[in-house]
Structures are given as structure tokens and as C-alpha cells.
């Protein structure tokens, strides 16, 4: 099963392969393609919530001296990282938003 890591890759990588015309390895229909893009965002967004809740709970536990604190750093760190992965793919669908409808009809 690919990681929270992999699908942001694999999705970033089908976007600029898409945005410089390069055909795709799989040409699904473009309602398979909506639904798989549908059901990565949703999937993403699961997992970073997952890693949030999780980094909260280590947090509260670090708190009160029932975690390590190492534990606490990482988790930490993880949710940080996935938040400003999030954002990142947000900005890059809002831009991409923009540009078509900067688009003639």
C-alpha cells in the first residue's frame, strides 16, 4: 500500500506530466479519472488528519511525562510536514484553478 509520501508524489508527478502534454502510462476515462483523483484527495486527507490526531495524542502524553520525548519530536514534525504538503498541493490546485479559467473559451 503506497504511503501518504508516495500518493502527493505520484500526484504532483501526474500533474507536471499532464501540464508539459506528456501522455499518461494509462489513458482511463475521464470519469475513472475523476473518481481516482477523487478518492486520492479523500484519502489524503484521512491520513493527514490520522497523523494529526496522532501527533496531538503524543503531545498530550509528552506532557504529562507518559511519552518519550523523541516520540513527541517526530510526530511533531511528521504533522508539520504533511500540513505544508497539504497546503503546497491546496495552492497548486487553486493555481491550476486560475489558469483555466484565465482560459479563452
Not at 508539459?20 to 502510462?25: E, I, L, R, V
Amino acid at each position: 500500500m503506497p504511503t501518504v509520501a508516495q500518493n502527493y508524489v505520484n500526484a504532483i508527478k501526474a500533474y507536471n506530466e499532464s501540464a508539459q502534454g506528456k501522455p499518461t502510462a494509462s489513458a482511463p476515462t475521464d470519469a475513472l479519472q475523476g473518481e481516482e483523483f477523487a478518492s486520492l484527495v479523500k484519502d489524503a486527507i484521512k491520513e493527514a488528519v490520522k497523523i494529526g490526531e496522532k501527533s496531538e495524542q503524543l503531545t498530550i502524553q509528552g506532557i504529562a511525562d507518559r511519552a518519550d520525548i523523541n516520540q513527541v519530536v517526530t510526530a511533531v514534525a511528521e504533522a508539520e510536514l504533511t500540513l505544508k504538503t497539504v497546503v503546497t498541493v491546496r495552492d497548486k490546485v487553486l493555481d491550476a484553478y486560475k489558469e483555466i479559467i484565465r482560459m479563452p473559451m
